[in-house]
């Protein structure tokens, strides 16, 4: 059965369709069948592939609002066209943010989806990027995943953002006996020549853990982890531009960072993966 990631934060800019990427390079070098799901209107993760979202509006087959019309969603390959590789993607476009005003009370639509077409057979990871909103559309994807992976700045704001994060979730777990498996806080674009990045890092490894443990009985019985940070670095732009994802980026066009310091990166990328995929 395939592991179902959402990776969420309610707070915008903080990493979470690089995070995406990242995964699944890693999950496909590492021979998983990958299924990318952008539920995101604005659709970033689609154009980060060169894909333009337009072409995926109105009577198209691969428009992610058929789903909440219980029709089928054709999914878009994304892998080296040479390669046997097996990373698909269901594109977002506009239109899922028109739908989105709508759904109040059709929560489980993606759930349903996944579960109708038994995706969980046909790959082995699923990796679903989200808008940053509490609304509607997350709340389908919360429910829908066993693992929600939560990238966070390490600031005074972001960190207590978490705080209101992990009550909405907590809430929507409650009013639907949900529970996920797994959830691992992920500090991103970390400073570590910032003051105030030092100390909210520590603040989150030390006191979210025990936040949840004490206000969220539902999440709380989850695996709950704080990742190793990832760093903030040039080439995380410089792989957007190339469309790739950062892991793909450094090992392709090598970025302009020293070996060893590529390789670090690598290495903890990989080493956050697999902590997420862990069981
Ligand atoms: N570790 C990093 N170091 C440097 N830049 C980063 C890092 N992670 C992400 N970025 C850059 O930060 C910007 C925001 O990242 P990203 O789009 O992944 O955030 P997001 O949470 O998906 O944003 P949104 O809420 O708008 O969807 C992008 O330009 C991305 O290239
Ligand atoms: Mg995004």
Request: neutral net charge.
């Amino acid at each position: 059965m395939a592991e179902i990631i959402t990776v969420a934060n309610q707070k915008g800019g903080v990493s979470k369709t690089a995070t995406c990427r990242y995964i699944a390079d890693i999950c496909v070098a590492q021979g998983k069948k990958v299924l990318l799901i952008d539920f995101d209107p604005q659709a970033s993760l689609t154009k980060g592939f060169g894909l333009n979202p337009k072409l995926f509006e109105g009577v198209n087959t691969s428009n992610i609002c058929n789903m909440f019309y219980k029709e089928i969603v054709q999914v878009i390959n994304i892998a080296d066209e040479d390669s046997d590789d097996v990373l698909h993607l269901i594109p977002s476009n506009r239109e899922l943010g028109l739908i989105g005003r709508e759904i109040f009370g059709l929560d489980l639509i993606l759930r349903n989806f996944i579960k109708t077409h038994q995706l969980t057979k046909v790959y082995d990871v699923i990796i679903i990027d989200n808008n940053p909103k509490f609304d509607a559309m997350l709340i389908n994807t919360i429910l829908a995943s066993n693992i929600v992976v939560v990238p966070v700045i390490t600031t005074k704001d972001e960190q207590e953002g978490l705080h209101g994060f992990f009550q909405n979730m907590e809430e929507i777990l409650s009013a639907y006996s949900y529970e996920v498996e797994k959830v691992v806080i992920v500090p991103s674009r970390y400073n570590k020549k910032t003051n105030v990045h030092k100390i909210y890092l520590k603040i989150i490894e030390e006191e979210m853990p025990l936040y949840i443990q004490n206000s969220c009985s539902i999440i709380s019985k989850a695996n709950v982890s704080v990742s190793k940070p990832v760093p903030e670095k040039v080439a995380f732009q410089d792989a957007s531009s190339y469309q790739l994802s950062v892991y793909k980026f450094l090992h392709v066009h090598g970025s302009q960072l020293k070996k060893e310091e590529r390789e670090k990166l690598l290495h903890l990328l990989e080493k956050i993966v697999k902590n997420i995929l862990k069981k």
